[in-house]
């Protein structure tokens, strides 16, 4: 019996999870060359076409799709194993939960449930990092974080290996300078000029002229919209102008007295997802950290 090559099926699996020849050569420390060998003999193999290549763009075929899932469970399981056995003496790896924080979302909250795992664990370790939803995703997938944290849930196709659940709830409320709230909370009969820096991770109503405008008989500014929560923090801490924004993400500079906020009951709360695999190597450390 002829037995696959694991080292092509590794070549084909690190090209569709981590994005393209390029970076999977970055990460796997193979020539791009030698990579597009390997898929191109996998495919020779297999008599069947695993990806659409142009010089422009990459695409997973529909067989492609199939012997990827494959290739998922087989990587994953060699990860495990290497924990189990490998890594059984060093405590590090065992220990550490990898978190991924998709761009933009409020630190605060996640600040907080950091101090709190530090505050109940003697020796925590937690390796952080930033990306894209799409980035953190095949991350996830190759097991190189445990959870993501971010304002989306996975694509449908997506669920059959992850799961999520919602960890937060944010209204959503115009924060800025004290002096600034004060002037908006008192009823003028001459319009005043005002900079809005709005939140845009979701438009539900038109804000500006269906809830900003009206209530506060402002001319409102749009100089700038961000689904990045922590530059809308900022942004309101200027005092350049007022930031619509989720409350947690400036909760901090609300408790201090920094800022001041009305909260826009006419908005939907903003929801905060923590995402990680059905099944997971390190679900008690999940679990414990959510908990």
């Known amino acids: 019996m002829e037995w696959l090559n ?28 030698a990579i597009s060998d390997q898929v191109s003999q996998l495919e020779d193999y297999l008599g069947e076409q695993l990806l659409e290549r142009t010089t422009r ?18 990587f994953n399981k060699s990860t495990e194993i290497n924990h189990i056995f490998r890594d059984k003496n060093d405590l590090v790896p065992n220990q550490q939960i990898r978190i991924g924080i998709v761009g933009g979302i409020s630190r605060n909250f996640i600040f907080r449930m950091i ?21 953190l995703s095949q991350l996830l997938k ?50 005043i000029d005002m900079p809005v820096f709005l939140f845009s991770h979701y438009y539900e109503k038109n804000v500006v002229p269906e809830v900003l405008e009206p209530r506060f008989n402002i001319q409102a500014q749009v100089p700038m919209t961000t689904d990045d929560i922590s530059l809308l923090r900022f ?4 005092g350049r102008g007022v930031a619509v924004v989720p409350e947690i993400g400036v909760q901090e500079d609300l408790d201090s007295g920094q800022l001041s906020r009305i909260r826009l009951d006419e908005l939907t709360a903003v929801d905060f997802y923590a995402i ?16």
Not at 57 to 74: E, Q, R
């Open 6 to 33: 694991f080292r092509h099926l590794y070549a084909f699996w690190s090209v569709c999870r981590y994005g393209g020849f390029q970076k999977a050569s970055n990460k796997i420390l193979v020539s791009q060359s």
């Open 57 to 74: 763009s990459l695409k997973i075929t529909p067989v492609g799709a199939d012997l990827l899932k494959y290739a998922d469970d087989i």
């Open 115 to 135: 101090i709190q795992h530090m505050s109940e664990n003697e020796q925590p370790h937690m390796n952080i990092i930033d990306g894209s939803f799409s980035e």
């Open 142 to 191: 190759s097991l190189e974080v445990d959870l993501i944290f971010s304002l989306e849930i996975p694509r449908k196709k997506d669920l059959i290996d992850m799961v999520f659940r919602k960890v937060k709830s944010s209204s959503i409320c115009i924060a800025g300078k004290p002096e600034l709230i004060k002037k908006l909370k008192t009823k003028r009969k001459t319009q």
């Open 235 to 238: 942004m309101a801490n200027s």
């Open 276 to 291: 990680s695999l059905k099944k997971s190597f390190h679900q008690k450390l999940i679990d414990d950290f959510l908990a």
